[in-house]
């Protein structure tokens, strides 16, 4: 069964600090590892997909990257508009159709 | 572009009671997904559907009934509500039939079950 394990459960940071949330997964060949934003009252939207380790991504202050174990998502010099949950899932290849959730990273940033 | 469209927004039902959750999609994807969202559980898969004509269960489908109307439309159908559903429920769409490339997700019904 594939599962999602995302750390920490929030973290708080200072505008400006930069930091990094983990995601580990344990999937049966994944077909894709899946990054989201969700703010309150929202439905996730999506920001990053990696396929395989080494991969990285970017999008702003925002960076992704892929170990065959685990994935990062490092934020750079954040500001208060960063705040949100963020949220990682996987698909793997015998999940078909089905992304599986972590319980999610709540970031707040302080002005 | 509208995406993913879920109606409606906010819902109370009372224990008994029968409601469908809609949802429509105007990306042309094949596949089309419920969740739903409880504090503390994350996102769980309650049903989907991987092209137009097929429905799958997924993670928590009991209780639930769905209908891939079209190509455009996937429903979510609750019998007989009970408190244990009370829950925010999403629908959410991708392109690719076989999977790894990413869901596109609606803002979410809100039902309350008393």
């Known amino acids: 069964e594939d599962q999602v394990t995302q750390s920490p459960e929030a973290l708080r940071l200072q505008e400006g600090e930069s930091s990094s949330l983990n995601c580990s997964y344990t999937?049966?060949?994944?077909?894709?590892l899946f990054w989201y934003r969700q703010d309150p009252g929202k439905g996730p939207e999506f920001l990053f997909t990696l396929y395989s380790a080494g991969e990285e991504k970017e999008k702003e202050r925002l960076k992704a990257t892929l170990t065959k174990k685990e994935s990062f998502l490092h934020i750079t010099a954040p500001k208060p508009e960063d705040s949100a949950t963020y949220l990682c899932?996987?698909?793997?290849?015998?999940?078909?159709?089905?992304?599986?959730f972590g319980q999610g990273t709540i970031l707040t940033v302080h002005p | 572009n509208a995406g993913v469209t879920q109606t409606p927004k906010f819902q109370v039902l009372k224990t008994g009671q029968s409601m469908t959750l809609q949802c429509a999609q105007d990306?042309?994807?094949?596949?089309m997904y419920w969740y739903r969202q409880d504090p503390g559980m994350g996102l769980r898969l309650i049903y989907y559907s991987a092209s137009e004509g097929t429905t799958d269960k997924g993670e928590v489908p009991n209780g639930y009934n769905v209908s891939r109307l079209n190509k455009r439309e996937f429903s979510l159908r609750l019998e007989s509500a009970a408190p244990s559903q009370t829950s925010v429920y999403f629908c959410?769409?991708?392109?690719?039939?076989?999977?790894?490339?990413?869901?596109?997700f609606g803002q979410g019904t809100r039902l309350t079950v008393v």
């Open positions: 999937v049966s060949g994944l077909r894709g």
């Open positions: 959410a769409s991708s392109p690719a039939r076989t999977g790894g490339t990413e869901a596109f």
């Open positions: 990306m042309n994807h094949n596949s």
């Open positions: 899932a996987s698909r793997g290849g015998t999940s078909y159709g089905k992304l599986t």
